[in-house]
């Protein structure tokens, strides 16, 4: 099965900090992404990653930016931490062709105090 | 704006009962549909498919039904199960090499 891994399940932050929210997937999954989960918002697509060292901004990207140094590992991070970024943080991965979707990490809760 | 919409946020149903979620969509181009379940404090999970060629998918108690000219799926549970409590998500894509898009979720509560 494959396997995405999320660095914190729980993590609180102070406003202004620097914040990297880390992920790992060991599938070899070409795509990766990082999304947002907030209730009557559902999923918001933050960043995503089609490959190596490239990065597109999905639909919410301000305030955020996406680090892919290897295949394996797609980093979020806020750049300077505000309130209204308190959420659960989801990470996913994909092949390129996703016949079954995504599969999805046990999210990080980012709290910013 | 949201291309993918389900407009109940929440549903009850009583344990053995059949439970029925609605999604819509509004993007045309949308060719391939998924099920998402998610339990709190766990990323959500695959539960089933449905691509534009069919308009029923079955995987045991699990059935997604397309209604392609209404931009209209709907995820049936028979019977529902105090397990099956969770959050569903609905998600399409143009295509299955291209990006989804996420509902806003129901919540799904199965009353024992």
């Known amino acids: 099965d494959v396997k995405v891994t999320q660095s914190s399940r729980y993590l609180v932050k102070r406003t202004g900090e620097k914040v990297f929210l880390e992920c790992v997937q060991d599938?070899?999954?070409?795509?990766m992404f990082w999304y947002r989960q907030d209730p009557g918002l559902g999923l918001r697509l933050i960043y995503f990653?089609?490959?190596?060292?490239?990065?597109e901004k999905g639909d919410i990207p301000e305030g955020y930016s996406v680090s892919r140094e290897k295949k394996e590992r797609f980093s979020l991070i806020l750049e300077s931490a505000s309130t209204n970024q308190t959420s659960m943080y989801l990470c996913?991965?994909?092949?390129?062709?996703?016949?079954?979707?995504?599969?999805f990490g046990s999210g990080t809760r980012l709290t910013v105090v | 704006d949201q291309q993918v919409k389900q407009n109940s946020p929440s549903l009850s149903v009583q344990e053995g009962r059949i439970s029925i979620l609605n999604c819509d969509y509004t993007?045309?181009?949308?060719?391939?549909f998924l099920w998402y379940k998610k339990y709190p404090a766990e990323g959500p999970t695959f539960l089933i498919s449905?691509?534009?060629?069919?308009d029923k998918n079955e995987d045991g108690r699990f059935t997604v039904f397309l209604n392609k000219s209404a931009k209209h799926l709907s995820l049936h549970i028979v019977p529902s199960q105090p397990g099956d409590s969770a959050v569903y998500f609905c998600?399409?894509?143009?295509?299955?090499?291209?990006?989804?898009?996420f509902g806003t979720g129901t919540s799904l509560t199965v009353i024992p």
């Open positions: 996913a991965s994909s092949l390129s062709t996703h016949i079954r979707g995504y599969t």
């Open positions: 599938m070899d999954h070409e795509n």
């Open positions: 990653s089609y490959d190596v060292k490239m990065k």
């Open positions: 993007n045309s181009m949308f060719d391939y």
């Open positions: 449905i691509s534009s060629i069919k």
């Open positions: 998600a399409a894509s143009a295509g299955t090499g291209n990006q989804f898009y």
